[in-house]
């Protein structure tokens, strides 16, 4: 039997074994200088081929044999990759390591099924839906296919159910008539409560890991809190009533209500006056709720980031890298969209996301 030295020893060189591989994985991701490359291409096709000059050349080439199209090339590649991604993070992971990792990988699990069941719900068609897709938890590129087969919203449900595979939300009788009865907000609503509350319930904010976990995961619900308010009240609609906020963010309980009450954006700002997301609306102002929400969602990524610097011997590395390759993957499908729309070079690097420090 080990004793209690030898247990915290071998858990100190699981940590250090991790976040070693992790270094090598991170030297793989683009470099600004990349993303200047990429910028400069005139079309999907030819970034295609000048993504074939970066670590994502296999599955690209593997992708051409199955899609004509270089923008679903594209997208297929980088799914492939971030699911392989995932998977070999949490494989050299073990331990609470690997189930930290699962439960902030789970989000992009509700992500997609709220996704596919969204897109069916109001006939979007499979490449409208697929362009959202990020294969990073348990339902991966396979099993998303699989799901794609069913147009019938009931009949993706009732596939889940049958898989007994592990997800944060149940699929029972209340979401089954959410989704009958179209209710897409109640529906998105019940499955993000129930994944903050499977992953918090998981969590104690005395361990200084799952303390890192913890913060994340009330950002983001406060952010959830608010873009769902800010919607309501650019539409001309009170949130009181309305709006079911998510509990367990770091909100107080006075400043939902005076969101609750808001019936303009200005009202809504201020608010938030006395919150650390006051710098960022006053930077944004109230021009455009798009640039809100890009900001907001920007500021937990540069969060997460930030946590390399946390314990070397800690998760706060791999949450890192995590969200610097699934930010990867979301500038890379940027450009690729934005070529195929026809933006311009500047409104696609406005929309980009670049992860400051070293």
């Given at each position: 039997m080990r004793t209690l030295s030898e247990t915290i020893q071998e858990g100190i060189a699981d940590y250090g074994y991790m976040n070693a591989r992790i270094r090598a994985m991170k030297a793989q991701l683009?470099?600004?200088?990349?993303?200047?490359?990429?910028?400069?291409e005139r079309d999907v096709e030819t970034l295609k081929i000048r993504l074939k000059e970066t670590p994502?050349?296999?599955d690209i080439q593997k992708a051409e044999t199955?899609?004509?199209?270089?923008?679903?090339?594209?997208?297929?590649?980088?799914?492939?990759?971030?699911?392989?991604?995932?998977?070999?993070l949490q494989k050299i992971a073990g331990g609470d390591a690997a189930r930290y990792l699962s439960i902030l990988l789970a989000r992009w699990d509700i992500h997609n099924i709220k996704t596919l069941l969204r897109g069916r719900i109001r006939g979007a068609s499979d490449t409208e839906i697929e362009a959202s897709f990020m294969p990073a938890g348990v339902l991966d590129p396979v099993r998303l296919k699989s799901l794609m087969v069913d147009k019938d919203p009931l009949k993706i449900l009732d596939r889940l159910a049958t898989w007994g595979?592990?997800?944060?939300?149940?699929?029972?009788?209340?979401?089954?008539?959410m989704v009958r009865e179209g209710k897409v907000e109640e529906m998105e609503t019940y499955i993000d409560r129930s994944y903050f509350e499977w992953s918090l319930a998981q969590l104690n904010e005395q361990n200084p890991n799952e303390a890192l976990l913890i913060h994340?995961?009330?950002?983001?619900?406060?952010?959830?809190?608010?873009?769902a308010s800010l919607v309501l009240i650019k539409v001309g609609t009170k949130p009181l009533g309305r709006i079911q906020y998510l509990e367990g963010g770091t909100l107080k309980r006075s400043v939902l209500r005076e969101l609750e009450n808001a019936e303009t954006l200005e009202a809504a700002y201020e608010a938030l006056q006395n919150t650390r997301y006051r710098k960022i609306l006053e930077e944004k102002g109230i021009r455009s709720l798009g640039l809100v929400e890009r900001a907001l969602e920007w500021s937990i990524l540069q969060e997460a980031y930030q946590m390399r610097f946390s314990d070397p011997l800690g998760i706060g590395i791999?949450?890192?890298?995590?969200?610097?390759?699934?930010?990867?993957?979301?500038?890379?499908?940027?450009?690729?969209?934005?070529l195929v729309f026809g933006l311009s070079k500047a409104e696609i690097r406005e929309d980009l996301v670049f992860l400051t420090g070293s």
């Open positions: 683009l470099q600004p200088s990349d993303y200047d490359r990429l910028l400069a994502y050349a296999p199955q899609y004509p199209d270089p923008s679903q090339v594209i997208n297929h590649a980088l799914l492939e990759n971030l699911a392989r991604t995932t998977r070999k595979i592990s997800l944060p939300f149940v699929v029972g009788r209340d979401l089954n008539r994340l995961l009330r950002r983001m619900i406060d952010i959830r809190n608010i873009l791999a949450i890192a890298y995590l969200f610097a390759k699934e930010t990867e993957i979301m500038n890379i499908r940027t450009i690729t969209y934005g």
